[in-house]
């Protein structure tokens, strides 16, 4: 069974202060890793989808990275407006349900001004 | 990315009743799926809604309970039935244009049982 563990929980940045998600997960073969924001009351946005070991995406402030056993959202220089729950997903060829993801419970990004 | 609605977007109901949600796409896409969010948990899929044949259900949820239609390739439903306060949830639809893309998510629907 794909699982998917996010840490920390919580993230309380200042204006600037730059840092790191991070997602691990089990997977039995990946057919994707994906990153979502979503803010409070709206549904998950997307924001990135990693493929295999070694690749990275940009958007902004933002940049992920993979490895064969984890992802990090690395966030430069972060604004409030970065303020978000950060989920992390993954979709493995295994047995089940085609296509579903599996997501981890998030991280919840503060940044204060 | 599509453009996707859900109706509604809250609503809170009593005990035993069913309340069904509509998801509506701006284009046709292959995959619709239908995604529980319960507070403090992870986004768990309940569903993959299939046009013109049966859902295919997660371990856990039961068609009688979770009954979902697809009658084409832009439009679905998903009717929680005889509602109990643990259905208490956020609900969302996502779609995906082709079995492998990314999956988009709905704006969800806030569902209160008393």
């Known amino acids: 069974e794909d699982q998917v563990t996010q840490s920390p929980e919580a993230l309380r940045l200042q204006e600037g202060e730059s840092s790191s998600l991070n997602c691990s997960y089990t997977?039995?073969?990946?057919?994707?890793l994906f990153w979502y924001r979503q803010d409070p009351g709206k549904g998950p946005e997307f924001l990135f989808t990693?493929?295999?070991a070694g690749e990275e995406k940009e958007k902004e402030r933002l940049k992920a990275t993979l490895t064969k056993k984890e992802s990090f959202l690395h966030i430069t220089a972060p604004k409030p407006e970065d303020s978000a729950t950060y989920l992390c997903a993954v979709q493995g060829t295994g047995g089940g349900s085609n296509y579903k993801l599996t997501f981890g419970k998030g991280t919840l990004l503060t940044v204060n001004p | 990315s599509a453009v996707i609605s859900q109706k509604p977007s809250r609503d809170i109901c009593q005990r035993g009743t069913s309340l069904t949600i509509q998801c509506q796409v701006d284009?046709?896409?292959?995959?619709m799926f239908w995604y529980r969010q319960q507070p403090g948990q992870s986004l768990t899929l309940i569903a993959t809604a299939n046009q013109g044949s049966e859902a295919t259900y997660e371990s856990g949820f039961v068609i009688d309970k979770f009954p979902i239609s697809r009658p084409n390739l832009t439009f679905s439903t998903l009717t929680v039935s005889n509602m109990s306060p643990e259905d208490s949830s956020i609900y969302l639809c996502?779609?995906?244009?082709?079995?492998?893309?990314?999956?988009?998510f709905g704006p969800g629907t806030r569902l209160l049982v008393l």
């Open positions: 997977v039995s073969g990946l057919r994707g």
């Open positions: 990693l493929y295999s």
């Open positions: 284009s046709q896409v292959t995959m």
């Open positions: 996502s779609v995906s244009r082709a079995k492998e893309e990314t999956q988009y």
